[in-house]
């Protein structure tokens, strides 16, 4: 077995070669077998502990816990597989000299039929500790790991009068055993030392921690019996104990704190017949009794001032997702009290609380990797059994609840407590801000300077994304519209800068995609975006800005404040509060246009060409849009009334300089003189009202002229259109 990293030398062909072990390290560049090698080796040993209560009686084996600890203080135990060779002197004899281990710990018993002390040890046991072997007698550290043995005694036994009083619980009632025997002298058996009721001193002393919380008592038989520190001598109170005809006693049995105790008993006995007057001291009982409940019974904003509302999908949010808030924790008996001794021990147990329940949005995310805690709970001054701690974070949106629980899942080497019930719901917490991305905008014709777009001309590109994140910047997956209520509405603003400021454009922006949010995204992408005309004709806009802005909000959250530097509703530039939307892209240009078809004359015999031109209002007349290289020209658009029947030739092409190329709308012959009408389907967003009189816009319109034709003698006024 090796501790370390190996890197394989280049005459191995690049490979640690494992033939038989284990390395924990890492192997580079690679090994063989792939996995020999672990980067995170396994606990070890750190030392045996035998513990036992001394003295014992020559008439019964005495219990020996033997434990392979893992740290100095014994509060976790080895793990893997384990053996040991028991050893004794002067006669002791093991019930077990190879004991079974499970998790860690195993149990046998020494024997000595004659009186005296023997010292135990191990011979031998696998895997090596790297530290001494260490002895307890009743909890307390014995060098000599020494075990005397006396032909009458006093012995505190769990409630099977045999074993070892087990860890308890705080508050839970229990029943140990006080045995008061003696060795028949004839059949080296054990007998009752005593019978009837019998006044026994009871007592306890603290171990870990070394001093008892006064008003912390062991109710026993209906007297509560105070304790005493490590460093002092048991301070014996008498109660009436009844001894049945083998001697034994149950003694009721209840701890309200919590920590490592020991049990003390003694029983003085009078003179009687030939037997001499004794004093029967029971050897300590070392045992831990660990908190019943670690229940969550606070939770507030980390400066404590306000509390959890404890919401869901309406009413008032908590904190943002990611920013630390306060939970306080009680350690409690069975009976619902605080256990003042906790955190006091001599390496302080601390409370934690872990992740119990997603409480809302249903289906979303939760587990305990979006829980941290930074730094431990500490004792709330005044309160004893009570923690808290400022620094708790929850990482996503919506609401959960959490439980308490202890460092380590375990007390002074003894299992985790075994109520953790869930706390109220927390909640809800809500994104920090919105953050924007990916943003763009374009214009439909041209490029650089001269790119612009017509109003209601539909597919101006917009797009942009957005990302509802917590305060580290990651995005809330269990921010969705579906399950999540009252999320940002998003929606368009705009304005025109520039010399002529025209606010609110926002309100003329149709075709727009209706995103929702998905997984804590928005995205938005424009196909069909259009600026539409207004009721009369206006712009141009030149300095078009388009924006978004959060309309509404459960929680009133925005996007994030370095991205709002717009107020479409003001002009100039705004600031601070006053900034209450986020610019998309560029500027981009918008113009009201128009097609306009002029007049044809030719020869009755020879093809006519027909010009078809784009204009724009420039804000006080329209004038040829010279910019116009996009619009399309189509001689299928093109219609001519009049008999006979003109037929129209040309090409699909696009406007240059904003009239359609030469000959891409040609009229054929007729061959005689005469007037014809020419109309041109125009996209909807070049029409026109020609026609004031009438409602709506129309196609342009002219007349072709053939030949000296005078027109009609009637007509006073022809209008080109």
């Not at 087990?166 to 045995?179: C, D």
């Not at 930074?374 to 059994?385: I, L, Q, R, W, Y």
């Not at 777009?453 to 990302?467: I, R, W």
């Not at 530039?573 to 900034?579: E, L, M, Q």
């Amino acid at each position: 077995m090796i501790y370390g990293d190996l890197s394989a030398a280049v005459n191995s062909n690049g490979t640690v070669q494992v033939q038989n072990g284990t390395v924990y390290g890492t192997c580079l560049p690679q090994s063989n077998p792939v996995n020999a090698c672990n980067a995170t080796p396994p606990a070890s040993v750190h030392h045996y502990e035998l513990s036992y209560s001394s003295p014992g009686v020559t008439c019964e084996g005495e219990p020996v816990t033997i434990k392979a600890c893992t740290n100095a203080a014994c509060t976790t135990l080895y793990s893997g597989t384990t053996s040991v060779t028991l050893a004794a002197t002067n006669g002791g004899s093991w019930t077990n000299s190879s004991p079974t281990f499970s998790a860690g710990s195993a149990s046998s018993a020494l024997r000595k039929t004659t009186t005296g002390s023997s010292v135990i040890s191990l011979s031998a046991a696998s895997p090596a500790a790297s530290n001494a072997l260490q002895c307890k007698n009743g909890g307390v550290i014995d060098s000599s790991c020494s075990i005397s043995f006396a032909d009458t005694g006093l012995k505190i036994f769990d409630t099977d009068s045999v074993s070892a009083v087990p860890a308890l619980t705080a508050g839970v009632n229990r029943t140990v055993k006080l045995r008061a025997i003696q060795t028949n002298s004839v059949t080296g058996a054990c007998q009752a030392r005593v019978q009837g009721t019998r006044n026994v001193g009871v007592a306890f002393r603290c171990l870990n921690p070394s001093t008892c919380v006064s008003g912390q008592t062991i109710s026993q038989g209906g007297f509560g019996i105070g304790g005493t520190s490590a460093a002092s001598s048991p301070g014996y109170i008498d109660v009436p104990l009844t001894f049945d005809s083998n001697g034994t006693a149950s003694v009721p049995f209840n701890y309200s704190d919590v920590g490592e105790i020991a049990l003390h008993a003694r029983l003085v006995l009078a003179a009687s017949g030939n037997d001499p007057a004794i004093t029967l001291t029971a050897p300590a009982a070392a045992t831990v009794v660990r908190p019943y409940e670690i229940r969550v019974t606070g939770i507030t904003i980390a400066d404590g001032s306000r509390p959890n509302p404890a919401t869901t999908s309406s009413g008032d949010g908590f904190v943002a997702a990611g920013a630390p808030f306060r939970v306080q924790l009680d350690v409690l008996n069975f009976a619902g009290n605080r256990t003042p001794n906790f955190g006091k021990e001599s390496t302080p147990e601390l409370p934690n609380v872990a992740f119990d329940s997603l409480v809302y949005p249903t289906g979303g995310s939760g587990n305990s990797a979006t829980l941290q805690t930074t730094g431990n709970f500490t004792a709330v001054s005044g309160t004893a059994g009570r923690f808290q701690n400022a620094q708790v974070v929850w990482l996503e949106a919506g609401s959960f609840k959490l439980k308490g629980g202890l460092v380590g899942n375990d007390y002074l080497g003894q299992p985790d407590v075994s109520q953790k019930p869930a706390s109220s719901t927390i909640g809800r917490f809500y994104p920090q801000h919105f953050v924007l991305s990916n943003d763009s905008s374009a214009n439909l014709c041209g490029s650089g300077s001269a790119a612009f777009s017509y109003m209601s001309q539909p597919g101006v590109p917009l797009n942009f994304t957005l990302e509802a994140v917590n305060t580290a910047g990651t995005r809330l997956l269990n921010y969705n519209s579906a399950s999540y209520t009252g999320t940002a509405g998003i929606g368009l603003v705009a304005e025109n800068n520039g010399s002529s400021h025209t606010p609110d454009l926002g309100g003329r922006l149709t075709g727009q995609p209706s995103p929702t949010w998905q997984q804590g995204r928005y995205q938005f992408s424009a196909i069909t975006l259009q600026l539409e005309r207004g009721s009369s004709v206006d712009g141009p806009f030149l300095n078009f800005q388009p924006g978004i802005k959060v309309l509404a909000e459960i929680d009133s959250r925005n996007l994030q404040s370095t991205a709002l530097t717009m107020n479409a509703a003001t002009s100039g530039t705004c600031a601070g509060a006053a900034c209450d939307a986020a610019k998309l892209g560029n500027e981009l240009k918008f113009y009201y246009g128009r097609h306009r078809l002029e007049n044809a004359y030719a020869n009755a015999f020879q093809p006519a060409p027909v010009v078809l031109k784009a204009e724009v209002w420039n804000g006080s007349q329209f004038v040829l849009h010279s910019a116009d290289i996009c619009s399309e020209v189509k001689p299928a658009s093109l219609t001519v009334t009049g008999s006979p029947a003109l037929t129209v030739s040309g090409s699909n092409t696009t406007f240059a300089g904003g009239v359609n190329p030469a000959n891409s709308l040609l009229l054929s012959a007729p061959g005689q003189n005469g007037s014809w009408g020419l109309q041109y389907q125009a996209p909807v967003w070049l029409k026109y009202n020609w026609d004031p009189s009438t409602a709506g816009d129309e196609n342009p319109s002219a007349t072709a002229l053939f030949g000296r034709y005078r027109g009609n003698d009637r007509l006073i006024y022809q209008r080109e259109q």
